[in-house]
């Protein structure tokens, strides 16, 4: 009796832990990039507060992936996160978006 094993390579990148801090002006736009290579190339579904973003969302075939955000106002402020599939396990990249603004001060003097 023979026994013959096929071992399949899975080539599955590490993907930094640490979220990302963007900072884009109120009314600015900005573009959120994951990079996720691999031997299958991952499947990368982006989400805020849990639900699916499939808009302006583009991917590449070299595992490139990018949200971009146009016109941005302070609800577009919050976590948003690239879930990056693989075949044997889920990773996900954060990004934590903060919107800055003019502060406007206004002094009455009588």
């Not at 609800?75 to 996160?81: E, L």
């Not at 990056?84 to 800055?100: A, D, E, G, S, Y």
Request: glycine share 6%; hydrophobic share 35%; aromatic share 8%.
């Amino acid at each position: 009796m023979k026994l013959f094993v096929y071992i399949d390579h899975l080539d599955v990148p590490d993907i930094p832990v640490e979220p990302v801090e963007i900072r884009v002006p109120q009314g600015g736009s900005c573009t959120l990039e994951c990079q996720a290579p691999g031997k299958p190339l991952p499947e990368v579904k982006w989400t805020k507060a849990g639900k699916e973003i499939k808009t302006n969302v583009e991917s590449t075939p070299d595992g490139t992936h990018r949200l971009t955000l146009e016109n941005v106002q302070a609800d577009h402020a919050g976590q948003y996160i690239a879930n990056v599939k693989h075949k044997v396990r889920t990773q996900p990249m954060v990004f934590n978006l903060l919107v800055t603004g003019t502060i406007c001060l206004f002094f009455f003097i009588s």
